[in-house]
């Protein structure tokens, strides 16, 4: 096993890994740019290295730099984490030359994989089913109208080497699709350096469903399941869980064993996941793979009980699965909301700052994974990602219903949070019965109704606290009148008939925190 990994990112997910190497004995190297010198990562770290400007170019997207950091602090091993080099095959390629494992798939699947038509190639090899389209890249309008007259409209044109919906554009029409191709193609090459795009056919409202996969270097691969995925805004996942509401055991099966097929196509090693588009008669088609840990990994980890981040390291160590698929059982249902630093009233603009205030839920079956903490300032150069927060419970109803209650006790202090948009999503009755689609989330936004609020929700640090020193003040006045605050100030109960009053909640619950 390794002695010391450098974990080659930041933010939660740094933290994540970090935690997984400390709970294996192994020593953790952080690296970070001069904006995040403050951050959570470096401070759980059992060293960490500046690599440069906050601009992630100059930092964390400089191989040169991540590896002169390995050689100084001497780890064996380096974990990617997901986004920035964690699909780069020219960064593992590097790894290897310098002598360091690179924890994640080999150069050579990473690329097979990497390329969207490169990819399908190989699928329609394999026997994988895909949406209707193209697996090579268009040389010309001309051969895309040729392509969408057969494969019909609407269509979508989609970059080979994209994610993130960038270079995506839905084409409804035949006079569309000049404009949509250039357009395209214009921004693949800006995002990606490669300007190639083809056409897939537009499903109508389908489901986003990926399946996780995981292989070691001894040729052994298994799938652990799926994950529902199908809430997203402009193309990005915002809400996922495990089990997906749509899958029985059949179809389950049926996913997996093609997972497998892809896996084993690309001859991948470490923990992948295969996604899949799946129709309103679950008819389900391969999207694409993506070679990395993904956000989404805890869900997996609950309803599993394996620890991905930990079976990655193992697997680049050299050591088997010691399981096979006959042994892995699905328990319970999870759920996962991502909460980001944007604004959904001002259309879900970044929201940077000083974090002044910070209540975390916790509580049976909460889980937290987290890159912030109270007195941080989060950066305006980086993916506003803060923190990921997952209840696990026997089922589904169960699982929402605790993580609306986690989601009531959760408050972030001094910036905008899309706290507020997850409330409102897990009391939709819609997603509660399991009536998904990736165009659910644009259609309740575009329903313009107004979000649920916590009692904190719209207070600012001062306000609370200010609130918190008056209820501790008049806790001892008023100890013997019937105003429904106890001497201590706290277990404060409403008279018969009355609302509890949200400014009182607030209040008890800050002073509770101040007196814990």
Known sequence: MFRKILVANRGEIAVRVLRACREMGIATVAVYSEADRAALHVRRADEAYCIGPAAAAESYLDVGKILEAARRSGAEAIHPGYGFLSENARFARACADAGVKFIGPTAEA???????????????????????????GLASVEEAGQVAAKVGYPLLL????????????????????????????????????????YIEKLLARPRHIEVQVLGDEHGNLVHLGERECSLQR????????SPSPLVDSGMRRRMGEAAVRVARAAGYTSAGTVEFLVDADRNFYFLEMNTRLQVEHPVTELVTGLDLAQ?????????????AQDEIQMRGHAIECRIYAEDPDNNFFPSPGRITRLLTPSGPGIREDSGIYEGWTVP??????????????????????????????????????????????????????????????????????????SAADGLSADQIAAIAAAVFQAGGRMATQPLGISANGFGARPAAGERPSGWKQAARREAQRERE
């Open 110 to 136: 990473m690329e097979r994989m990497g390329s969207k038509t490169r990819a399908r190639q190989a699928m329609e090899q394999a026997g994988v089913p895909l949406v209707p389209g193209t697996a090579r």
């Open 158 to 197: 989609k970059a080979a080497a994209g994610g993130g919906g960038k270079g995506m554009r839905r084409v409804n029409t035949p006079q569309e699709l000049a404009a949509a191709f250039r357009d395209a193609q214009s921004e693949a090459e800006r995002a990606f350096g490669d300007a190639e795009v």
């Open 234 to 241: 402009r193309h990005q996942k915002v809400v996922e869980e």
């Open 311 to 323: 079976w990655q390291i193992r697997i680049a160590a050299g050591e088997s699965l010691s399981f």
């Open 380 to 453: 305006l150069e980086y993916d506003p990602l803060l923190s990921k927060l997952v209840a696990y419970a026997p089922t589904r109803a169960e699982a929402a219903a605790r993580l609306t209650r986690a989601l009531d006790e959760y408050f972030v202090g001094g910036i905008k949070t899309t706290l507020p948009l997850f409330r409102r999503v897990l009391r939709n009755p819609d997603f509660l019965a399991g009536e998904l689609d990736t165009g659910f989330l644009d259609r309740l936004l575009e329903a313009g109704e107004e979000a649920p609020t």
